[in-house]
């Protein structure tokens, strides 16, 4: 999986990371704004890959973004972990 997709900056040079071997992409993420989550479920969906989420939760480090704030609906969790 590629984690926080949302980091990268737009331009032609995703559709060639898209033909890596890799499985899915963090679609849903704690800090990730509603447009750039939309973004990249189209580009999953498109692309035949898999949705993932993560808080980015570490703990003290980063008290600010609590465990369990970004998750991922029951469809993409079976098509990870029971396909």
């Known amino acids: 999986f590629l984690a ?4 990268l900056k737009k331009g032609p040079w995703i559709k060639r990371l898209l033909t890596l071997p890799f499985d899915g992409l963090e679609c849903y993420y704690a ?3 509603l447009n750039s989550e939309k973004r990249w479920l189209k580009i999953c969906e498109k692309n035949n890959r898999l949705i993932s989420g993560g808080s980015d939760f570490h703990g003290e480090a980063k008290p600010f973004i609590p465990l369990g704030c970004s998750w991922v609906d029951q469809e993409a969790y079976q098509a990870i972990f029971e396909e």
């Open 31 to 33: 800090r990730c704004d």
């Open 4 to 7: 926080h997709p949302h980091l």
